[in-house]
């Protein structure tokens, strides 16, 4: 089972930017892939972001040339860089890891754009 710890989050206005990071317990080179998944009250789970363990990257329209998926090997962590936020951005940000066998989130952070 793997770890994640999400940090970054917080309140931004409508426009600017935040990073989130998500460090795992170990080496994020033995993960299929990792991914950012966002949800907001009422609404469900959503696929943000993800990168396979080669580097590949996906992005939802909703996000696409916004956000950036970005890792850190050495430090075993996986940014979320996310610009021109907008109010529709918010919700709580989890950070996900998949092994080949078994899916895993963390236990999310918060973000909030207000206009």
């Known amino acids: 089972q793997v770890q994640l710890v999400e940090y970054g989050g917080g309140l931004v206005q409508a426009g600017g930017s935040l990073r989130l990071s998500c460090v795992a317990s170990?080496?994020?080179?033995?993960?299929?892939?990792m991914a950012w998944y966002r949800q907001a009250p009422g609404l469900q789970r959503e696929l943000v972001a993800s990168?396979?363990?080669?580097?590949?990257?996906y992005y939802s329209e909703s996000v696409k040339g916004r956000f950036t998926i970005s890792r850190d090997i050495d430090k075993n962590t996986v940014y979320l860089q996310m610009t021109s936020l907008n109010v529709e951005d918010t919700a709580a940000y989890y950070c996900?890891?998949?092994?080949?066998?078994?899916?895993?989130y963390g236990r999310g952070t918060q973000v909030t754009v207000f206009s």
């Open positions: 996900y890891a998949y092994d080949g066998y078994r899916g895993d």
């Open positions: 170990g080496s994020i080179l033995s993960l299929d892939h």
């Open positions: 990168i396979t363990s080669g580097g590949s990257t």
